[in-house]
């Protein structure tokens, strides 16, 4: 059973505790729960679906919810608001085991990470993001679907290692990332 991506987003939240999830953070934070749990059940984790854009995979209705954060550190929750009446309610993540799972080791294993490091991780070479961004060369690279069958496959074979990479907080947004390396790790430069 697929969930809303806006719900299971302020679960992500809610998991990551002390750490400052910012938009593009919490992005790939719910692109990687979503392929944990289609590679290990092969059904989507989120409804909806992810594109390719330059920072990496973005599912737009998360985007829609969370805008508002910019590139500060997000403090509030996504709302649902109810098409008749239009009043806002909480989205309170209803999920099973699996998911919940899912979402806690991948919270776990990447919360800490600076923002620009998940960005490294999600354009692996050979990533489902490197994927449909390659294909796309000749045309419009971003805004393009990255399909559940493309990231259930790519997190089933495709492993990175965040081993190389610097400590947690070392990796800023001015420094270059090396993704020419081939062998499925990367390391920053300089």
């Not at 990687?32 to 599912?59: D, M, N």
């Amino acid at each position: 059973m697929a969930y809303d991506a806006r719900a299971v987003s302020n679960l992500i939240l809610d998991e990551a505790g002390r750490s400052r999830i910012t938009h593009v953070a919490l992005q790939k934070l719910l692109y990687f729960s979503h392929g944990l749990h289609l590679q290990r059940t092969g059904e989507p984790l989120v409804k909806g679906y992810f594109e390719a854009w330059q920072h990496g995979p973005v599912h737009p209705a998360v985007y829609q919810a969370f805008k508002a954060a910019g590139a500060q550190p997000i403090v509030f929750r996504a709302q649902a608001r109810d098409p008749l009446t239009g009043e806002e309610r909480a989205l309170e993540p209803d999920i099973d085991d699996l998911a919940f799972h899912c979402v806690r080791r991948t919270v776990a294993s990447y919360a800490d990470l600076n923002p620009w490091a998940l960005v490294a991780i999600s354009h692996a070479k050979g990533a489902p993001w490197d994927i449909v961004v390659e294909q796309a060369k000749d045309g419009v690279a971003f805004g393009l679907r990255i399909s559940d069958d493309l990231i259930r496959v790519g997190f089933g074979k495709h492993k990175v290692s965040i081993r190389d990479i610097q400590d947690k907080g070392d990796l800023h947004e001015e420094a270059p990332i090396d993704l020419s390396n081939r062998s499925g790790t990367h390391s920053t430069t300089g």
